[in-house]
């Protein structure tokens, strides 16, 4: 009886993880035909860090064991990459088409940049996968403690892109906008960095309210800032990354 019981989440939780896969790449290859500030916010919800890293942590925190978690988030982020440049390949094909200084095609310089970037976001999924699937499975299962040190990591983590961006271009530097146009964009940009912060605090607000980690409220706060400071960190070496390529 206990063997059926088990055997029904596992059955069921691969269609929901593949499932999940294809409507993030999917909402992510679709937010980019969205413009203006709208636009912005949809890619913030669909096409970023937060959503992605948020999508793996849930994952890992519906599996019922450690290593399920952590091979479902990986699937997840995964199969969810494929598909996003696989559109990109097939569907909008951005890459393609205009010429080079010497007046040859641009496509095998444009092929070159989605592999790159399909090879550097796998390899982003292989390593956020695990950690954010066991994250969220320890927040599940754990004590209070260890379920309250795993939420604020995820927080700090799922935070660090809109702390990078916000560090690096105050909101109150882009704001005083007189062009109308640019002044809808930056609107954009401004809210969209507030929601990669607010979200992951809304987060764990939510997880410390379910499964009462307000006892270990210090664990809590050390963890969310010092996994936020680490991500910002890496969200900039990964941005100085990929201006360098």
Known sequence: MTDVAVEGPRRTYTPVVATAAVALGLLAFA??????????VVSTLTSSGLAWGLAAFLAGRAA??????????TA??????????????VVSRRWSGGLLEDGTSADLQGLRSVAIMTTVWLIGSLVAGPTLGLLGHVVRVGGVSPAALAAGVTCGLLSGEGWQAMVEVPPWQLLPVADPYQAEFIQGVVVSELLKIVLPLAVLVWLATAHRLWLAWPTLLVATASSGVLSALLWYVLGAAANSI
């Open 31 to 40: 937010a980019e035909s969205v413009d203006g500030v709208v636009g912005q």
């Open 64 to 73: 019922a064991g450690a290593r399920r978690a952590a091979g479902g988030a």
């Open 76 to 89: 997840l982020l995964v199969l969810a990459t494929l598909l996003y440049y696989l559109l990109v390949l």
